[in-house]
């Protein structure tokens, strides 16, 4: 009941204090804080009054008071505890919209993070048209379609800009590519053509060669040689000059005037090309050595002067070997058929054939007749010409290449004749001069003047080709009258 009337006497009291907290407008927590002092001091004050020994009449009412502040700290109590209620309700109704700011918050973070993420990749992503070689802007405008360049493809000009150069070059790509297969399909066309015509060259060796056998027989007959002539040419290539310039001259001879002769070139034709390759060698070995000596000669003194001398007359070979080195005959040899000018066919009526031989060392020509094995007194090539039985050397460098003392083999059938040296080209100036005769000066200038002539005469004689196939021809006829 006490407790009862003790809240009554609250409700009574929060009126009364109601009215004045109207009034003053105090706050709950200052409310609680005066209410928590007024409590003490009346509690200190009972003590007091307990220890004075007071009387207890005064304890009631400082009880009362006590009760009336008990139930102000409750009412602040209380205050406070829906102050507390209603900032927790406006917190959670303020959490709300928080809540869901940061929630957007998280979801524009999130797509900032996949923004950036693709932007990066957009940046490290490589395309292939940097690798394009676009044509340049200004043919471009010049070049382009009208469709290609009106065309709006984005909104900024340079990208726009850009993809139209790039349909551009896809546009001629395609027809770069159309005329690639068109040229592919005309270069297999080619390479069938071209495989079919190499089979075809490949085989023509083979009917070139039949074709040859099967046209000797009308070569023959109809006297055009013309296999035999080609492969003549080729030999032609392959012997020395001297004998080029003799085979020259009787060709041209039998071409021109219908001279009765035939004309062979005989001999290995490897040998031939082996020994010309062996002098282009020499040939080179000679001009290296000649350059290195020549700066050896303008760097020595005189006593290394002396002592190369020495070392090359030690280095000329012995007499017997240089004599049998000047004999070496080239490989090659040129066959000359005379034949009888007087019956109606003089290709059944052969007079002779004669041989042309070149000696390497001696540069000379060597003149027999092919398959006699007659003594010189017999051979009718012997002073053809006036003082020329051959036994002689023509020119004085064959004569200083195997001795003063030493003259031509007798045992060999061909000997070098003036006149087959004349016909060759090889032409040097006489020992002696041609104003002294064989036995002395002449007394007069009428009589050096006549040999002269008579000189110059017989060596045009020689130097003819007519003229030598007129005197081998008149006698070898001759000698057949004779036997």
């Known amino acids: 009941m006490e407790d009862g009337e003790v809240e009554e006497g609250m409700l009574v009291e929060e009126d009364v204090h109601t009215e004045a907290d109207c009034k003053v407008e105090k706050s709950p927590c200052e409310l609680l804080q005066k209410s928590k002092r007024s409590v003490e001091d009346i509690v200190a004050k009972m003590l007091s009054i307990k220890k004075e020994g007071n009387p207890k009449s005064e304890l009631k009412e400082l009880v009362t008071q006590m009760f009336i502040h008990f139930v102000t ?85 340079a990208h726009n800009l850009m993809l139209k150069r790039l349909d551009f070059e896809h546009l001629q790509r395609k027809v770069l590519c159309t005329l690639r297969e068109k040229l592919e399909h005309q270069k297999k066309s080619l390479s069938e053509i071209i495989a079919n015509r190499q089979n075809f060259l490949s085989s023509l060796p083979s009917h070139l060669k039949s074709l040859k056998k099967a046209s000797l027989p009308v070569q023959n007959q109809l006297g055009v040689l013309h296999t035999k002539k080609l492969k003549q040419h080729h030999s032609a290539e392959l012997i020395p000059p001297p004998l080029y310039v003799l085979y020259s001259q009787f060709l041209a001879q039998k071409e021109a005037f219908g001279e ?177 005769t064989r036995h002395g000066t002449p007394s007069s200038d009428v009589a050096k003047s006549d040999a002269v002539i008579s000189d110059l005469s017989i060596y045009r004689q020689q130097n003819h080709v007519l003229t030598v196939v007129q005197r081998i021809r008149s006698r070898k006829k001759g000698q057949l009258a004779l036997v």
């Not at 676009?134 to 909104?155: M, T």
């Not at 290709?347 to 398959?371: D, M, P, Q, R």
Request: hydrophobic fraction near 35%.
């Open 73 to 157: 700290l409750r009412q602040a109590n209380r205050s406070i505890l829906l102050q507390e209620d209603r900032v927790k309700a406006e917190t959670e109704n303020a959490k709300a919209p928080v809540d869901f700011t940061t929630l957007q918050l998280h979801n524009l973070m999130y797509e900032k993070g996949h923004y950036i993420k693709a932007i990066k990749a957009c940046k490290n992503f490589k395309s292939k048209y940097p690798n394009i070689e676009l044509v340049p802007e200004e043919e471009f405008f010049r070049d382009a379609p009208e469709e290609i360049q009106n065309s709006v493809l984005s909104n900024d000009p």
């Open 260 to 436: 009765q002769i035939d004309l062979e070139i005989l001999g290995s034709v490897k040998d031939a090309q082996t020994l010309t390759h062996q002098q282009a060698n020499v040939d080179t070995g000679i001009s290296t050595n000649l350059e290195s000596s020549r700066m050896e000669d303008g760097a020595a003194d005189e006593e290394e002067d002396g002592q190369r001398r020495s070392k090359r007359t030690r280095r000329i070979p012995a007499k017997d070997n240089l004599e049998q080195a000047g004999y070496q005959v080239h490989p090659l040899k040129v066959v000359l058929h005379v034949y009888d000018d007087d019956v109606s066919d003089p290709k059944s009526a052969k007079l002779i054939t004669i041989k042309f031989e070149y000696l390497l060392k001696l540069n000379i020509v060597c003149v027999g007749i092919e398959g006699s094995h007659e003594g010189p007194e017999n051979n009718i090539l012997c002073n053809l010409f006036p003082d020329d039985t051959g036994l002689e050397l023509p020119h004085q460098s064959a004569k200083l290449l195997v001795g003063d003392s030493l003259v031509f083999d007798e045992n060999r059938t061909s000997r070098p004749y003036k006149w087959a040296q004349h016909l060759a080209g090889i032409d040097l100036l006489p020992e002696l001069s041609p104003l002294l």
